[in-house]
């Protein structure tokens, strides 16, 4: 059983380039949340979704951008980038309607701007 | 989510029982507690969850006191294996708002 996968592990971008992140979830999820890691802090959500729209948002600007397709899968886009979104970049699947539903994380996606 | 408050780093050593202590005295009657770690550079490990009682699995166990302002974190026989950052969540169970909060949690070095 394949667990939560991440595409690329790492990234190199410019400032004012867009870059675009994928995640597979685990098999039997249904939603995906993902979530930005700087150097020497815990992660802070950026959003999730579910039913293939938004459906919680995090303290981040609308160059944040997602997407969810039929299969759950999911991709994180950010526009117009800057050197402060250097960071890592999780993904974190679960399945709704448990009323505890653990987040079960992806190895994540190094991010470099330059 | 209730904010929850942790030492910034932890030794213990090898074979010995680690305990990992976590305050959210603000925490409301619907929030779980949960406890996560990150071994470094991969992404957070889910270990446990409680509501007010104490839980245990496999991995670890999860000591909640009565008034629910405090947690301690117990893995039993720490290996070297269980060097990483501890991340105590406090999160309501309610639909629609999912979302973990971390902090910058506690690293846990195990000694040889």
């Known amino acids: 059983d394949a667990g939560v996968t991440q595409s690329p592990t790492h990234l190199i971008k410019t400032r004012g380039q867009q870059v675009t992140l994928r995640c597979s979830p685990k098999s039997g999820h249904d939603t995906v949340s993902w979530y930005q890691q700087a150097l020497g802090q815990g992660p802070q959500f950026i959003f999730q979704y579910y039913e293939e729209e938004e459906r919680q948002r995090g303290n981040f600007p609308d160059r944040f951008s997602g997407h969810q397709f039929p299969n759950y899968s999911s991709e994180l886009n950010v526009n117009a980038l800057l050197l402060g979104d250097s960071a890592l970049y999780l993904c974190?699947?679960?399945?709704?309607?448990?009323?505890?539903?653990?987040?079960?994380f992806g190895p994540g996606t190094r991010l470099t701007v330059l | 989510d209730a904010k929850t408050t942790q030492p910034t780093s932890m030794d213990c050593a090898e074979g010995r029982a680690a305990n990992l202590p976590c305050n959210h005295s603000?925490?409301?009657?619907?929030?779980?507690v949960y406890w996560y770690r990150q071994i470094h550079s991969q992404g957070p490990q889910y270990i446990i969850h409680g509501l007010k009682n104490n839980e245990t699995n496999e991995m670890a166990s999860l000591i909640i006191t009565e008034d629910r302002k405090s947690s301690t974190l117990i893995l039993p026989h720490a290996t070297l294996r269980d060097t990483a950052v501890y991340y105590c969540?406090?999160?309501?169970?309610?639909?629609?708002?999912?979302?973990?909060?971390f902090g910058t949690g506690t690293r846990l070095t195990i000694i040889p």
């Open positions: 974190a699947s679960s399945e709704r309607g448990r009323v505890y539903n653990e987040q079960f």
């Open positions: 969540i406090v999160r309501a169970s309610n639909f629609g708002n999912e979302k973990l909060t």
């Open positions: 603000t925490i409301s009657g619907n929030e779980y």
